[in-house]
């Protein structure tokens, strides 16, 4: 690769392109079980599980796939929060050469039926819960021919084994079912204590798919991105390089789900190929457990999005816990506020290293350094081996100068193959070998990123256009402010203008006059909101992104509805 100008500032011993190792995933978590065998691999609740213990299940549960007949390129679903079950599963179907197909465990039947048609999964692995009320009814719709039902209790310790089930039948929806083997019908737990770990070899390419993972579907129908087996191992080598954590003694937090990019490759397949002890946590937004699970355990790497850490730093009597074991915390997804940088920084100790990447990028492209320059709000720079441009939003093929935004384009070993079964859709995104991304950023002389807005997202108000992104920052940064989304919306006029969403800090209070004098002294008069509404909450997806979409889609049904009676 040509110098850029990111390079010098990466920091010492980071090379600017990396000789990659022709290594799975399969491989690199065998070669952890090889080195580090007695280390704790996973950690749920009081359960444990050593890597050895660990790559013995994942052999006994690809050597059971195998007997239902799973063989390379098939598609196994994987629908399950952050527990054991889910870590095993992935690795399992990658041992064999099979394609995991990641399902959110929230996602309704509908949902569930269209993404298992659409990939042909003919084994799925489920939550005993997950099977009882959203897959049970829609059987005969489906591929699947096999199912294995797992259970949040089966690999929990006593007492916690027997008081579990109780708790979550409680829980609203329940988590836990009875639901009874038969055929096609497997017990999770069962089915591996009774299947010797004697999978069949297989020949799997570095070119493989390895994985499918669907898109949020924020336009039309969820995409299938096909990441093959380079990608996710190339992703992994690259955060290994960049973040260069000692073998076999980080402890990593994973409250991110792995059925998500972000946590697949950064919270499950990273630390567990640099024999990292994971701590698994199901749900994100149980910011108490979150926080249990970092003093207990005394984690050293924490990845989170911005608001996970502002639930932290705002959690009451956080000051009285000791987060002072992490060292690193990656941030992804959103923008994360200075203000919030600075008070878990203050906090915790460590350092809030901001980065990006999307699905269809296995999903890391860029972050700030660890150790040499970092700029606050902005994404960073390229991995080594990663290369990226800024571009005119039309054509996609003029660069644009330094500060100018446009649509961030990228090219290196971590962008996907294409989306399954979609050859139009691939075309539109990979075009003379950069992908596309759909994302407004900037870059500086120094080759630091900003993210400035998604393609779609971009408000035209009069002809001038307003990036949400940086609309929602200046609101952030008002004391008051907990959260902000911005969006456009129709007018006579202007043919948009920009209306924002705010959620007030507990126990604080502003006005949306206050809030817009507060932007007029920091954006130009065209960029301040013309309207302001506070909500108690945001709409948000599973990594706890703010969905601007939803917050669209009510706000032209609302304004639909009102035409309407204005009809009537």
């Given at each position: 690769?040509?110098?850029?100008?990111?390079?010098?500032?990466?920091?010492?011993?980071?090379?600017?392109?990396?000789?990659?190792?022709?290594?799975?995933?399969?491989?690199?978590?065998?070669?952890?079980?090889?080195?580090?065998?007695?280390?704790?691999?996973?950690?749920?609740?009081?359960?444990?599980?050593?890597?050895?213990?660990?790559?013995?299940?994942?052999?006994?549960?690809?050597?059971?796939?195998?007997?239902?007949?799973?063989?390379?390129?098939?598609?196994?679903?994987?629908?399950?929060?952050?527990?054991?079950?889910?870590?095993?599963?992935?690795?399992?179907?990658?041992?064999?050469?099979?394609?995991?197909?990641?399902?959110?465990?929230?996602?309704?039947?509908?949902?569930?039926?269209?993404?298992?048609?659409?990939?042909?999964?003919?084994?799925?692995?489920?939550?005993?819960?997950?099977?009882?009320?959203?897959?049970?009814?829609?059987?005969?719709?489906?591929?699947?021919?096999?199912?294995?039902?797992?259970?949040?209790?089966?690999?929990?310790?006593?007492?916690?084994?027997?008081?579990?089930?109780?708790?979550?039948?409680?829980?609203?929806?329940?988590?836990?079912?009875?639901?009874?083997?038969?055929?096609?019908?497997?017990?999770?737990?069962?089915?591996?204590?009774?299947?010797?770990?004697?999978?069949?070899?297989?020949?799997?390419?570095?070119?493989?798919?390895?994985?499918?993972?669907?898109?949020?579907?924020?336009?039309?129908?969820?995409?299938?991105?096909?990441?093959?087996?380079?990608?996710?191992?190339?992703?992994v080598q690259q955060l290994i390089a960049w973040f260069h954590q000692?073998?076999?003694?980080?402890?990593?937090?994973?409250?991110?789900?792995?059925?998500?990019?972000?946590?697949?490759?950064?919270?499950?397949?990273?630390?567990?190929?640099?024999?990292?002890?994971?701590v698994l946590v199901p749900n994100p937004r149980d910011i108490k457990?979150?926080?249990?699970?970092?003093?207990?355990?005394?984690?050293?790497?924490?990845?989170?999005?911005?608001?996970?850490?502002?639930?932290?730093?705002?959690?009451?009597?956080?000051?009285?816990?000791?987060?002072?074991?992490?060292?690193?915390?990656?941030?992804?997804?959103?923008?994360?506020?200075?203000?919030?940088?600075?008070?878990?920084?203050?906090?915790?100790?460590?350092?809030?290293?901001?980065?990006?990447?999307?699905?269809?990028?296995?999903?890391?492209?860029?972050?700030?350094?660890?150790?040499?320059?970092?700029?606050?709000?902005?994404?960073?720079?390229?991995?080594?081996?990663?290369?990226?441009?800024?571009?005119?939003?039309?054509?996609?093929?003029?660069?644009?100068?330094?500060?100018?935004?446009?649509?961030?384009?990228?090219?290196?070993?971590?962008?996907?193959?294409?989306?399954?079964?979609?050859?139009?859709?691939?075309?539109?995104?990979?075009?003379?070998?950069?992908?596309?991304?759909?994302?407004?950023?900037?870059?500086?002389?120094?080759?630091?990123?900003?993210?400035?807005?998604?393609?779609?997202?971009?408000?035209?108000?009069?002809?001038f256009k307003v990036f949400p992104d940086e609309v929602d920052r200046?609101?952030?940064?008002?004391?008051?402010?907990?959260?902000?989304?911005?969006?456009?919306?129709?007018?006579?006029?202007?043919?948009?203008?920009?209306?924002?969403?705010?959620?007030?800090?507990?126990?604080?209070?502003?006005?949306?006059?206050?809030?817009?004098?507060?932007?007029?002294?920091?954006?130009?008069?065209?960029?301040?909101?013309?309207?302001?509404?506070?909500?108690?909450?945001?709409?948000?997806?599973?990594?706890?992104?703010?969905?601007?979409?939803?917050?669209?889609?009510?706000?032209?049904?609302?304004?639909?509805?009102?035409?309407?009676?204005?009809?009537?």
């Amino acid at each position: 690769m040509e110098p850029r100008p990111w390079h010098r500032h990466y920091d010492p011993g980071i090379p600017a392109t990396i000789t990659f190792a022709e290594k799975t995933l399969s491989r690199l978590l065998a070669d952890a079980a090889r080195g580090y065998p007695d280390r704790d691999a996973i950690r749920f609740q009081n359960a444990r599980l050593t890597f050895s213990r660990l790559h013995d299940e994942v052999r006994r549960l690809a050597t059971a796939f195998s007997g239902m007949g799973a063989q390379p390129g098939d598609r196994i679903a994987i629908m399950l929060p952050n527990i054991p079950q889910c870590v095993i599963a992935f690795y399992a179907a990658l041992e064999i050469g099979a394609v995991p197909a990641m399902t959110n465990p929230l996602y309704v039947p509908r949902e569930i039926e269209y993404q298992w048609n659409d990939c042909g999964a003919t084994i799925a692995v489920v939550g005993d819960w997950t099977y009882e009320q959203k897959v049970k009814g829609i059987r005969d719709r489906l591929p699947v021919k096999h199912y294995v039902v797992a259970s949040v209790a089966e690999y929990l310790r006593f007492p916690l084994n027997l008081l579990a089930p109780f708790k979550l039948r409680r829980m609203s929806p329940p988590m836990a079912a009875r639901v009874v083997p038969g055929p096609g019908i497997y017990s999770f737990r069962r089915l591996i204590e009774s299947t010797p770990p004697n999978p069949p070899p297989v020949n799997i390419s570095m070119d493989d798919v390895a994985v499918l993972l669907y898109t949020g579907g924020t336009t039309g129908v969820s995409k299938g991105a096909m990441l093959t087996q380079r990608n996710l191992s190339c992703n992994v080598q690259q955060l290994i390089a960049w973040f260069h954590q000692p073998l076999g003694q980080e402890v990593q937090l994973a409250a991110l789900p792995i059925f998500h990019s972000f946590g697949m490759t950064v919270c499950m397949a990273f630390p567990l190929s640099i024999a990292a002890t994971l701590v698994l946590v199901p749900n994100p937004r149980d910011i108490k457990s979150v926080l249990q699970a970092i003093v207990k355990h005394r984690v050293t790497l924490a990845p989170q999005v911005p608001a996970m850490f502002n639930a932290v730093t705002q959690f009451s009597g956080v000051e009285k816990l000791d987060l002072r074991s992490i060292k690193i915390c990656n941030s992804g997804s959103a923008p994360l506020s200075v203000d919030v940088l600075e008070r878990y920084e203050k906090l915790t100790g460590a350092k809030i290293c901001e980065g990006y990447g999307l699905t269809e990028t296995s999903p890391v492209t860029h972050c700030n350094p660890v150790e040499s320059m970092r700029k606050v709000g902005a994404i960073g720079v390229p991995l080594p081996s990663t290369d990226a441009r800024v571009v005119d939003t039309d054509e996609g093929t003029r660069d644009l100068p330094a500060g100018e935004p446009g649509e961030l384009i990228l090219r290196g070993p971590q962008v996907m193959k294409g989306y399954w079964n979609k050859p139009e859709e691939t075309a539109n995104s990979i075009r003379n070998g950069w992908f596309h991304t759909g994302d407004l950023a900037t870059m500086d002389a120094d080759g630091y990123f900003r993210i400035v807005g998604r393609k779609k997202d971009m408000i035209i108000a009069s002809g001038f256009k307003v990036f949400p992104d940086e609309v929602d920052r200046v609101l952030m940064a008002h004391a008051s402010v907990l959260e902000a989304a911005t969006i456009g919306v129709p007018d006579a006029k202007k043919g948009e203008s920009v209306k924002s969403f705010v959620v007030l800090r507990p126990g604080m209070s502003a006005s949306a006059g206050e809030l817009a004098e507060h932007c007029r002294a920091e954006l130009a008069p065209f960029k301040v909101p013309k309207e302001i509404e506070f909500r108690t909450e945001l709409p948000k997806s599973a990594v706890l992104k703010i969905l601007r979409r939803e917050l669209r889609d009510e706000e032209l049904k609302r304004r639909d509805e009102g035409k309407g009676k204005r009809e009537t």
